[in-house]
Nanobody
């Protein structure tokens, strides 16, 4: 499975961009998908995950209520709607797919290349 993340860029605090993760090369509905982010000099942190059919979602505490993960299996795409962005949300955002619906990197086998989100105050 190949993953392509997009939708990042330079935004202002309070903006509401949407990240996309497009998959190819596999049966997308067989995979749970997670979003992670990496701050400079740190390891990747879990942000959100969605189950295979989209019926289950998990959020990291700091984004719950601001970010929404969703998927369209017909389009082989997972989205991360980010609302009320803050400067501390600035990071490289990665999407990942795997058989396990979890909150650690070990739950996912396939990773996209990452998309930079920079939030200016």
């Amino acid at each position: 499975v190949q993953l392509q993340a997009s939708g990042g860029g330079l935004v202002q605090a309070g903006d509401s961009p949407r990240l996309s993760c497009a998959a190819s090369g596999g049966t997308f509905s067989n995979y749970a998908v997670g979003w992670f982010r990496q701050f400079p000099g740190e390891a990747r942190d879990f942000v959100a995950a969605i189950s295979w059919g989209g019926g289950g979602t998990i959020y990291e505490d700091s984004v719950r209520g601001r970010f929404t993960i969703s998927r369209d299996n017909a389009k082989n795409t997972v989205y991360l709607q980010m609302n009320s962005l803050k400067p501390e949300d600035t990071a490289v955002y990665y999407c990942a797919a795997g058989p396990n619906y979890g909150v650690t990197g070990y739950d996912y086998d396939y990773w996209g290349q990452g998309t930079q989100v920079t939030v200016s105050s």
